[in-house]
């Protein structure tokens, strides 16, 4: 059974960091772009970052989050990394992958998602 699973989640204020993970079971992600996106109450999902395939796939972040969140992969695992987080940033994040090796359309998987709630 395919499978993604995040983790990571959590209560910070304002300022401080998380690092969320997106382990893949049931199948390999190696070869696939890999995303993060999130959805905040009353707000449609949008993307929040992504890479391609590969241990150094090329990257690209939304403008909101760009130079505060690092996405990074390792084997099955996808990771963000999220810095001087801010309130905006509260929502359910998630993780997809994209069974292709660049990112381009759709997203074939998604995980459940997993909260991050940022106080001020």
């Known amino acids: 059974q395919v499978q993604l699973v995040e983790s990571g989640g959590g209560s910070v204020e304002s300022g401080g960091s998380l690092r969320l993970s997106c382990a893949a079971s049931?199948?390999?992600?190696?070869?696939?772009?890999m995303g993060w996106f999130r959805q905040a109450p009353a707000m449609e999902r949008g993307g929040v970052a992504a890479?391609?395939?590969?241990?150094?796939?090329h990257t690209r972040y939304s403008d909101s989050v760009k130079g505060r969140f690092t996405i990074s992969r390792d084997n099955d695992t996808l990771y963000l990394q999220m810095n001087s987080l801010k309130p905006e940033d509260t929502a359910m994040y998630y993780c997809?992958?994209?069974?292709?090796?660049?990112?381009?359309?759709?997203?074939?998987?998604w995980g459940q998602g997993t909260q991050v709630t940022v106080s001020s």
């Open positions: 997809a992958a994209q069974r292709r090796a660049y990112c381009s359309g759709g997203m074939n998987d």
């Open positions: 049931g199948y390999s992600t190696i070869g696939f772009c």
């Open positions: 890479i391609g395939s590969g241990k150094t796939g």
